[in-house]
Structures are given as C-alpha cells and as structure tokens.
C-alpha cells in the first residue's frame, strides 16, 4: 500500500508563500488521485485541495481557490501545494490523502491513504 510523507510546513508570517510536499513511496503515485486537507485545533478536518492521477484535473475549496495550487511530478512520486499570500486562519495541520481512482476526489471518506500531517502556523 501507498505510504505519504508531507513536509515543508514551519512558521512563517502572513502574507509569504510556503510549499508543502507530498511524497509517497510503495506503488508508484501516478495511479492515485490525491488531496490536500488541513485540520485546525478544535475543528475538523477540511478540503483544501485535491488533483486527479494525470494532475489535469484540480479543484480547490473557496477559501484555497485562487491562492494556492496544487501539481504533481509522477516521476517523482511527489504532489505539491503551493500556498501564496498566507493568512493566520490558514494556520493548521496539513494533510495529504490518496485514493487509487482517476477521478478527482475531495472528502475525507473517499481516501484510503493517509500522511502523518506537517504544521503550518501563520503569524500576523
């Protein structure tokens, strides 16, 4: 099965671009559609983002919509999330999930695979 490693979360001031990747290792990503989550304290888990298994297809939340983006490089084994103009209530755990599917997925329930999570905290 698909493990996923999320990493290039830290602490950063608003308004900054962070990048956060996604890197899996056992059966190649290609196949997989994946999605960007996060996860505040206290509230529950949201869609930020998710790419079909070619990266042509995206779709994003309304608050990710036209900020960040997400890419993939199969060759790699690695999807993106490009987070430009950060704001304080973007502050939160970052995950990234993939399910085995060519459609766009975008609910926690639809994915089958998990990261551990990589901490973003944006300070006014």
């Known amino acids: 099965q698909v493990q996923l490693v999320e990493s290039g979360g830290r602490l950063v001031q608003a308004g900054v671009s962070l990048r956060l990747s996604c890197s899996a290792s056992?059966?190649?990503?290609?196949?997989?559609?994946v999605g960007w989550f996060r996860q505040a304290p206290g509230k529950e888990r949201e869609f930020v983002g998710a790419?079909?298994?070619?990266?042509?297809?995206?779709r994003y939340s309304d608050s990710a919509a036209g900020r960040f983006a997400i890419s993939r490089d199969n060759a790699k084994n690695t999807v993106y999330l490009q987070m430009n103009s950060l704001k304080p209530e973007d502050t939160a755990v970052y995950y990234c999930?993939?399910?085995?599917?060519?459609?766009?997925?975008?609910?926690?329930?639809?994915?089958?695979?998990w990261g551990q999570g990589t901490q973003v905290t944006v300070s006014s």
């Open positions: 790419i079909s298994w070619s990266g042509g297809s995206t």
């Open positions: 056992g059966p190649p990503l290609r196949t997989y559609a």
């Open positions: 999930a993939a399910r085995d599917t060519i459609a766009v997925v975008t609910h926690v329930y639809e994915f089958d695979y």
